[in-house]
Protein backbone atom coordinates (compact mmCIF):
# COMPACT_ATOMS: atom_id res chain seq x y z
CA UNK A 1 0.00 0.00 0.00
CA UNK A 2 1.01 3.32 -0.52
CA UNK A 3 -0.63 7.11 0.10
CA UNK A 4 -0.40 9.82 -2.25
CA UNK A 5 -1.42 13.12 -1.51
CA UNK A 6 -4.12 13.89 -4.01
CA UNK A 7 -5.02 17.63 -3.31
CA UNK A 8 -5.55 18.07 0.13
CA UNK A 9 -6.31 14.24 0.86
CA UNK A 10 -3.93 11.10 1.69
CA UNK A 11 -5.48 8.61 -0.76
CA UNK A 12 -4.21 5.15 0.06
CA UNK A 13 -3.32 2.85 -3.39
CA UNK A 14 -2.32 -0.71 -3.46
CA UNK A 15 0.42 -0.99 -5.31
CA UNK A 16 -0.64 -3.94 -7.33
CA UNK A 17 -3.02 -1.44 -9.40
CA UNK A 18 0.03 0.75 -10.52
CA UNK A 19 0.62 0.36 -14.01
CA UNK A 20 2.88 3.70 -14.30
CA UNK A 21 3.55 7.14 -13.12
CA UNK A 22 4.59 10.62 -15.14
CA UNK A 23 6.09 13.34 -13.97
CA UNK A 24 4.55 16.22 -15.35
CA UNK A 25 5.43 19.83 -14.11
CA UNK A 26 5.15 19.99 -10.28
CA UNK A 27 2.98 17.03 -9.99
CA UNK A 28 2.91 12.98 -10.65
CA UNK A 29 0.11 11.03 -12.53
CA UNK A 30 0.06 7.39 -11.36
CA UNK A 31 -2.24 5.59 -13.63
CA UNK A 32 -3.76 2.91 -12.37
CA UNK A 33 -5.22 -0.73 -13.92
CA UNK A 34 -8.36 0.38 -14.02
CA UNK A 35 -7.82 3.37 -16.42
CA UNK A 36 -7.66 6.14 -13.53
CA UNK A 37 -5.61 8.52 -13.17
CA UNK A 38 -4.78 10.17 -9.58
CA UNK A 39 -2.58 13.77 -9.85
CA UNK A 40 -0.39 13.66 -6.86
CA UNK A 41 1.89 16.82 -5.74
CA UNK A 42 4.59 14.23 -4.72
CA UNK A 43 8.10 14.01 -6.72
CA UNK A 44 8.79 11.65 -8.71
CA UNK A 45 11.94 11.04 -7.14
CA UNK A 46 9.97 10.65 -3.74
CA UNK A 47 8.32 8.15 -5.13
CA UNK A 48 11.11 6.44 -6.94
CA UNK A 49 12.80 6.06 -3.08
CA UNK A 50 8.95 4.58 -1.72
CA UNK A 51 9.08 1.85 -4.84
CA UNK A 52 12.47 0.70 -5.05
CA UNK A 53 11.29 -2.04 -3.00
CA UNK A 54 8.43 -2.99 -4.66
CA UNK A 55 9.45 -3.91 -8.07
CA UNK A 56 8.94 -0.79 -9.48
CA UNK A 57 11.50 0.91 -11.91
CA UNK A 58 12.83 4.34 -13.29
CA UNK A 59 13.44 3.94 -17.08
CA UNK A 60 13.39 7.94 -17.80
CA UNK A 61 13.26 11.03 -15.92
CA UNK A 62 9.45 11.15 -16.90
CA UNK A 63 8.65 7.65 -15.78
CA UNK A 64 8.55 5.07 -13.31
CA UNK A 65 6.96 1.35 -14.83
CA UNK A 66 5.04 -1.32 -12.90
CA UNK A 67 7.78 -4.41 -13.50
CA UNK A 68 5.28 -6.87 -13.50
CA UNK A 69 3.55 -5.38 -16.09
CA UNK A 70 6.49 -5.06 -18.66
CA UNK A 71 5.39 -6.95 -21.90
CA UNK A 72 8.00 -6.21 -23.90
CA UNK A 73 11.91 -4.57 -23.68
CA UNK A 74 12.29 -3.45 -26.98
CA UNK A 75 16.55 -3.00 -27.58
CA UNK A 76 16.86 -1.37 -30.86
CA UNK A 77 14.38 1.19 -30.11
CA UNK A 78 15.38 1.31 -26.39
CA UNK A 79 11.90 1.26 -25.13
CA UNK A 80 9.96 -1.04 -23.12
CA UNK A 81 5.85 -2.05 -23.37
CA UNK A 82 3.54 -2.45 -21.03
CA UNK A 83 0.51 -4.75 -20.73
CA UNK A 84 -2.74 -3.63 -22.07
CA UNK A 85 -0.89 -0.46 -23.66
CA UNK A 86 -0.21 0.23 -27.06
CA UNK A 87 2.09 3.18 -26.67
CA UNK A 88 5.83 2.41 -25.54
CA UNK A 89 7.72 4.15 -22.95
CA UNK A 90 11.49 5.39 -23.92
CA UNK A 91 14.11 4.22 -22.55
CA UNK A 92 16.88 6.69 -21.70
CA UNK A 93 21.26 6.51 -21.47
CA UNK A 94 21.31 7.36 -17.86
CA UNK A 95 18.58 4.32 -16.51
CA UNK A 96 20.00 2.36 -19.61
CA UNK A 97 22.04 0.02 -17.54
CA UNK A 98 18.67 -0.52 -14.93
CA UNK A 99 17.31 -2.22 -17.99
CA UNK A 100 20.30 -4.58 -18.44
CA UNK A 101 20.08 -5.21 -14.54
CA UNK A 102 15.82 -6.41 -14.81
CA UNK A 103 17.33 -8.59 -17.77
CA UNK A 104 19.63 -10.24 -15.78
CA UNK A 105 16.61 -10.75 -12.81
CA UNK A 106 14.29 -12.74 -15.34
Known sequence: MLFLKVGRKLVQVDLENILYIQSSNIYCLVYLKNGDRLICTSTLQALEEKLRS???????????????E??????????????????????SRRYKSFIAKLEHAV
Open 54 to 68: FHFIRIHRCYILNVA
Open 70 to 91: ISVIDKSSMSIYLSGLDDPFPI
